[in-house]
C-alpha cells in the first residue's frame, strides 16, 4: 500500500519571524508551531504552559479506567 504525502504550505514569514523574537525560537521551530495553529505569543504560551482548567479530562479516553485499574 502506498503512501501520498500531503505536504502543508509554508508559513508566511511575517507571522514566523514575529513569533521567533516573541519566544526567542529559531525558525525552524517557529514554523512547525506555526504550521500546527499556534500562531502568537499567547497560542504558544498556553501549548507551553498550560493551565490545569485547560486540559483535557484523561477518562474520556475509551478504556482509561481499565488502565487505572491495571496500573494499580
Known amino acids: 500500500m502506498s503512501q501520498k504525502w500531503i505536504y502543508k504550505p509554508e ?17 525552524f521551530e517557529s514554523k512547525l508551531l506555526v504550521l500546527r495553529g499556534i500562531d502568537n505569543y499567547q497560542k504558544a504560551r498556553e501549548f507551553f504552559k498550560p493551565n490545569l482548567n485547560d486540559i ?4 474520556l479516553m ?5 488502565a487505572v485499574e491495571r496500573i494499580a
Open 11 to 27: 508559513p508566511d514569514e511575517d507571522i514566523v519571524d514575529r513569533l521567533s523574537s516573541s519566544l526567542g525560537f529559531g525558525t
Open 62 to 66: 475509551a478504556d482509561m479506567q481499565k
Open 56 to 59: 483535557h479530562n484523561p477518562f
